[in-house]
């Protein structure tokens, strides 16, 4: 019988992409807010972290993070909306397969 702490037995909620949003992987911090992240559609956005979020969100590079594309901006350009905290959320998401087009970045 498993244990509690048995990490096959943890249910934890993982938060997907929805509607524009699109996974990525942080490639370079350019000082500021703003990133280089190379994103699951095959585009490398320059992304920044919005005011909002600027202090509870910390990013460092081979983070996994949503990103959502600006409208306006050709696509080039977008926001960072969330970060996948901790390994087991990132083991989730390549177990399930959204991340397989990037799993040579790992």
């Known amino acids: 019988m498993s244990t509690p702490e ?6 934890i909620r993982v938060r997907l992409p929805q509607r524009q949003e699109v996974l ?16 699951l559609d095959g585009k490398e956005r320059i992304c920044r972290i919005p005011g909002r979020l ?3 969100l910390w990013v460092r590079e081979k983070d996994v993070v949503i990103i959502e594309p600006w409208e306006l901006g050709g696509h080039e350009k977008g926001d960072v909306v969330h970060k996948y905290q901790g390994k087991a959320e990132v083991a989730f998401l390549k177990k399930k ?5 990037l799993e040579e970045e790992f």
Do not use: F
Request: aromatic residues 4%; contains cysteine.
């Open 6 to 11: 048995d990490p096959e037995m943890q249910v």
């Open 24 to 39: 990525g992987i942080v490639q370079q911090r350019l000082g500021g807010s703003r990133m280089r992240v190379l994103c």
């Open 54 to 56: 600027r202090r509870n």
């Open 97 to 101: 397969g959204y991340l397989k087009n």
